[in-house]
C-alpha cells in the first residue's frame, strides 16, 4: 500500500500512513469485533466517483481509510469497526464484540440487522435473537413488523439508499422498545451539510461497473447527519468516533431515558447493581449467586432483597421456579423489564412481610447481604417469614457481613446496616430456627490455580496451601481464613458438609485494575517528576539571579566606599579652607581694628575724593 509503513512497537502492530491522508485523531489499537492488532489497507474510490461527488484530496484520503482500512483477522473494515463499537458502547461492554455477542445480557436483547453489515453480520449472526433482512427486498420506509418488537435496529451504509432517509428512520423507530436504540453508518462527509441528489445525474456505491437501482445514492450525508434521526422522532442521538473522521457511527435512542442504550438502575451506595465496574463488589456478590446453582436446580426458589434481578435471572436459568422480592419499587419495576422469562417473577415486599400467601411454598429461599439492613426485632419476624414459606425439608442459604472484620478492625461505619453480627452470634441466632446451620465463610482472595487437565485426566482432589508476607517475603503458613462475609446453609434435615467452592474472572479485572492504577501511579510520578525538574530549573535560575543581584550588591557597595571615600576627603578640603577663611577674617578685623587704619582714615577718604574728581575732569573734557 502505497505511502503506508506498518511495524511492531512494544509487541503491538501499529498502522501509519504518510503523505496519503492527514493526521487523525484515532482510538484504533485492537479492532473492536475480534480483538487482532493486525491491520491492512487498500484504495476503494474510483475517478468517475470521486468526481461525481466533487471529492477533495481529503475527503478522498477519509473515506478510502473508512472501506479500506481491515482486519486481517475477521475481515472487517473501519466502517464495520465503527459500528461494533458504537454497539458495544451503547450496551455498556468493553467488547471484543465476538464476546459481547455469546454474553447473559446478549442473549436477552432482540436485534434487527437490515442488510448485511459485511463482514460483521456473521459476528451479530450469534445473537439468539437476530434478524436480518435485507435491502431492497425489504422496504426500509415501510418494515413488516409490528410496533416495538427489537431492542436494537442495525443498518450500515444503507440509509443514503433510501429514498427518503427520515421516513426509514421513521420504521426503524416505530419497531423499537421503549429503551431501544438504532445504531447505523452512512457514507459521511464532515467539511459538508448533507443534500438531497433528487435531480442530479444518478451515483451509485459498490464498485464503478455497479448501476442496480438499489445501489442509486438519494442522499449524500454531511456533519449534520444526526438531526435525520432527531426529525424521525428519537429522541436521543449520539456520534461514537472510533476514530475522527473516518469511523464514526450513529445512535439513535427511541427514549431520552436510555442510559448510552441501556437501562440501568442508579447506584444508591449500597445496593449492587450489574453494570457497576468495581471488581471486589462484583467477585463477592456474583460468587453468591453462582453458589447457590446446585442448591436451585429443578427447585421452587424464592430470592428476598433481589435488587436489579440479575441473580434471580441467574437462577432462574437453572431452576423450576424463581420469585425475587425487594422493597424498592424501582428495583421491581427495573427487574420485571429488564429479566422477563415464563418462570420468573417480582414482587415488592419487605423482608419481614413477604407478600406470598400459604405456607411451604420454596425448596430454596436465598437473601444475600440483606438481614443486617434492618433492626434486631424485624430481623426476628424476617426468619420468622422465611420459615413460613420454606418447605420442610427446604434450605435457605442467607449471608452478612462478619462485625469484627467488616466494622470493628477496619473501624468503618455502613450507615445503611442497623444490626451486624459477630460470628458466634450469627451461628446462635440461625441455629434458633434451623435445626442444622453449616457455616461458610468468603473473602478476595489472589493467588494462583492448579488443576488437571482434561486430556490428562481428573486431578487429585484439590489441596490449599497458604502464605504469608513476612520479612519482606512470603514464607508458607498455616494460619485461618478469614471470612469477611458470613453464608449459612439451613435446614431442620441433615445437611451434607457443603463444598468449597471458586470463582475465576476470565476477564481478570482486579489485576487488570491493578495495572492501570499502576500506570496511573508510575504516570503521575513521571509528572511529578516533570515538576520536581521544571522547580529544579526554576530554582537553578532564581540561584543565578540571587548570584547576579548579589554581585550587582557588592558592585554598588564598593562604589558608595569610593564616594564616602570622596566624601570624606571634601569635607576635609572644605574645613581646610574654613580654616583659612577664619584666620584672613581674623587679620582683617586686626587691621580694622588697628590705630594705623584709624590715623589713615582722613587720608583713605581723602584719597577717594580725587578720584572721584579726577574721573569727573576727565568725563567733563571729553
Known amino acids: 500500500m502505497d505511502g503506508a509503513k506498518c511495524r511492531h512497537r512494544r509487541g503491538r502492530r501499529i498502522l501509519s500512513m504518510t503523505g496519503q491522508f492527514p493526521l487523525l485523531q484515532s482510538a484504533l489499537s485492537r479492532c473492536p469485533v475480534c480483538g487482532s492488532d493486525r491491520f491492512g489497507y487498500k484504495d476503494v474510490l474510483w475517478r468517475e466517483l470521486i468526481q461525481e461527488w466533487d471529492l477533495s484530496d481529503e475527503e478522498i484520503s477519509t473515506i478510502n481509510r473508512q472501506q479500506g482500512l481491515y482486519c486481517e483477522a475477521c475481515g472487517n473494515n473501519l466502517r464495520s469497526m465503527a459500528l461494533a463499537n458504537a454497539i458495544l458502547k451503547s450496551c455498556g461492554c468493553g467488547g471484543p464484540l465476538t464476546d459481547f455477542v455469546r454474553s447473559d445480557s446478549a442473549r436477552l436483547l432482540s436485534c434487527l440487522e437490515i442488510n448485511e453489515s459485511g463482514h460483521l453480520t456473521s459476528v451479530l449472526a450469534d445473537l439468539p435473537n437476530h434478524c436480518l433482512i435485507r435491502y431492497p427486498d425489504c422496504d426500509m420506509m415501510n418494515l413488516d413488523f409490528p410496533d416495538s418488537s427489537f431492542d436494537l435496529v442495525i443498518h450500515s451504509d444503507t440509509l443514503e439508499h433510501v429514498p427518503r432517509p427520515v421516513a426509514g428512520l421513521s420504521e426503524c423507530r416505530r419497531v423499537l422498545s421503549s429503551s431501544g436504540r438504532c445504531l447505523f453508518t452512512v457514507p459521511v462527509l464532515p467539511g459538508r451539510l448533507s443534500r438531497s441528489r433528487l435531480g442530479m445525474k444518478n451515483s451509485y456505491h459498490g464498485s464503478p461497473d455497479s448501476r442496480s437501482d438499489d445501489l442509486i445514492v438519494h442522499t449524500e450525508f454531511g456533519a ?136 411451604a411454598k420454596y425448596d430454596v429461599i436465598v437473601s444475600f447481604e440483606t438481614i443486617e439492613h434492618v433492626d434486631a426485632q424485624t430481623q426476628e419476624r424476617f426468619m420468622q417469614e422465611a420459615r413460613r414459606l420454606l418447605k420442610e425439608d427446604g434450605v435457605m442459604i442467607v449471608s452478612s457481613p462478619n462485625k ?171 574645613s581646610a579652607l574654613l580654616e583659612t577663611l577664619f584666620h584672613r577674617d581674623k587679620t582683617i578685623d586686626e587691621v580694622l581694628h588697628s590705630r594705623s587704619w584709624r590715623f589713615t582714615l582722613p587720608l583713605r577718604i581723602a584719597g577717594g575724593v580725587l578720584r572721584r574728581m579726577k574721573r569727573f575732569i576727565r568725563d567733563f573734557r571729553l
Open 224 to 359: 449534520d447527519v444526526w438531526r435525520y434521526a432527531l426529525e424521525a422522532g428519537f429522541k436521543k442521538v449520539v456520534i461514537h468516533a472510533l476514530e475522527y473522521p473516518a469511523a464514526m457511527a450513529v445512535e439513535a435512542s427511541a427514549s431520552k431515558e436510555a442510559d448510552g442504550g441501556k437501562k440501568t438502575l442508579p447506584w444508591t451506595g449500597e445496593r449492587y447493581v450489574s453494570h457497576q465496574n468495581l471488581s471486589r463488589i462484583g467477585y463477592e456478590h456474583w460468587h453468591r449467586y453462582l453458589y447457590t446453582t446446585p442448591y436451585v436446580r429443578g427447585k421452587d426458589v424464592l430470592d428476598i432483597a433481589c435488587g436489579e434481578g440479575y441473580g434471580a435471572n441467574l437462577m432462574a436459568g437453572l431452576a423450576h421456579l424463581v420469585t425475587g422480592v425487594d422493597v424498592a419499587e424501582e428495583a421491581i419495576a427495573f427487574a420485571t423489564e429488564k429479566y422477563p422469562a415464563a418462570n420468573l417473577s417480582f414482587l415488592r415486599g419487605a423482608v419481614d412481610n413477604i407478600p406470598v400467601a400459604g405456607k
Open 404 to 574: 469484627l472484620l467488616y466494622s470493628d478492625l477496619p473501624g468503618f461505619k455502613n450507615a445503611f446496616h442497623l444490626k451486624e453480627f459477630y460470628e458466634r452470634e450469627y451461628v446462635d441466632f440461625l441455629k434458633r430456627y434451623f435445626s442444622h446451620v453449616a457455616l461458610l465463610g468468603q473473602n478476595i482472595s489472589v493467588g494462583s490455580t492448579i488443576w488437571g487437565i482434561a486430556e490428562t485426566g481428573r486431578g487429585c482432589p484439590c489441596v490449599e496451601y497458604r502464605l504469608a508476607y513476612e520479612g519482606g517475603k512470603f514464607v508458607p503458613c498455616n494460619d485461618k481464613k478469614q471470612a469477611l462475609y458470613l453464608i449459612a446453609v439451613c435446614s431442620d434435615k441433615e445437611i451434607p458438609s457443603p463444598a468449597d467452592s471458586f470463582l475465576v474472572d476470565l476477564s481478570e479485572s482486579l489485576l487488570k485494575e491493578s495495572d492501570e492504577l499502576i500506570l496511573k501511579c508510575r504516570q503521575a510520578l513521571s509528572d511529578c517528576d516533570g515538576q520536581i525538574e521544571e522547580i529544579r530549573r526554576s530554582l537553578s535560575d532564581r540561584d543565578e539571579e540571587i548570584t547576579d543581584l548579589r554581585q550587582d550588591l557588592s558592585e554598588r557597595d564598593r562604589q558608595i566606599a569610593a564616594s564616602g571615600r570622596t566624601l570624606c576627603d571634601r569635607q576635609a578640603e572644605v
